[in-house]
C-alpha cells in the first residue's frame, strides 16, 4: 500500500467520523464545525486527484465563507432557537431502512459501472491556459466579475440579517426602555 492509499484512507476515515458526528451532534454550532472537518477533508481528495485548484476553491468559498457564515448565523440566532424536547422520532427505524436500501441500489449500480475501471487519459498541455484564462475572467471587468461581486455581496447582506435577527429588542431586558 502506497503513502498515497494511506492518506486517502484516513482522510475517508476522517470524512466518514466527521459527517456522522454532524448529524449527530446536539449542538448546532458543533455540527457547523464538524461541517467544516468534511469540507476539508473533501479538499484534501481534491489534492489527491491534482486538482489543485477545485481544492483552494473549496477552501476559500465553502470552508472560508459559506461554513463560517452558517456558524456565524448559527451563534447568532441561538436564542431563537430553544430546546423543545427530544430531536427524534419513534419512526427512525423507517428511515434507517430506506436509507441502507438506498446504499445497496447505488452499490448495486456503481459495481455495474465499467468507466470505474478505466483509467483518465492526461490533459493537453493547452489545458493550463483554460485554468488561467478562468482566474483572469473573474476579475476581469467585462467578463465575471459583476457575478462574483454580487455573491460577495449577498454573503455580506446574509451576515447582516443574521446580526439584525439576533440583536436585543428594545426594552425587553430588564424592562427598561433603551
Given amino acids: 500500500m502506497t503513502l498515497l492509499q494511506v492518506f486517502f484512507l484516513v482522510t475517508a476515515a476522517v470524512m466518514l467520523v466527521g459527517s456522522w458526528l454532524v448529524v449527530t451532534s446536539r449542538r448546532l454550532v458543533h455540527a457547523g464545525l464538524w461541517l467544516i472537518l468534511v469540507m476539508a477533508g473533501v479538499a484534501a481528495m481534491l489534492v489527491i486527484l491534482e486538482a489543485s485548484f477545485l481544492a483552494v476553491v473549496e477552501v476559500l468559498v465553502y470552508i472560508g465563507a ?3 457564515l452558517i456558524i456565524f448565523a ?5 436564542r431563537v432557537m430553544d430546546d ?3 430531536q427524534s422520532t419513534p419512526m427512525w427505524w423507517v428511515a434507517g431502512l ?3 436500501l438506498l446504499l445497496g441500489g447505488l452499490l448495486a449500480v456503481f459495481a455495474r459501472m465499467p468507466s470505474l475501471l478505466v483509467s483518465s487519459a492526461e490533459l493537453p498541455a493547452d489545458q493550463a491556459t483554460l485554468l488561467s484564462d478562468l ?3 473573474l476579475v476581469d471587468a467585462n467578463r465575471f466579475v459583476l457575478p462574483f461581486e454580487l455573491a460577495s455581496i449577498l454573503l ?3 451576515m447582516v ?3 439584525f435577527i439576533a440583536r436585543p429588542e428594545a426594552g425587553v ?3 427598561e426602555d433603551k
Avoid at 74 to 78: A, E, I, Q
Wanted: hydrophobic residues 45%.
Fill in 74 to 78: 448559527v451563534m447568532l440566532t441561538r
Fill in 161 to 163: 440579517g443574521a446580526i
Fill in 84 to 86: 423543545s424536547g427530544p
Fill in 135 to 137: 482566474g483572469r475572467s
Fill in 173 to 175: 431586558e430588564g424592562g
Fill in 98 to 100: 430506506v436509507s441502507l
Fill in 156 to 158: 455580506l447582506a446574509a
Fill in 66 to 68: 459559506i461554513s463560517i
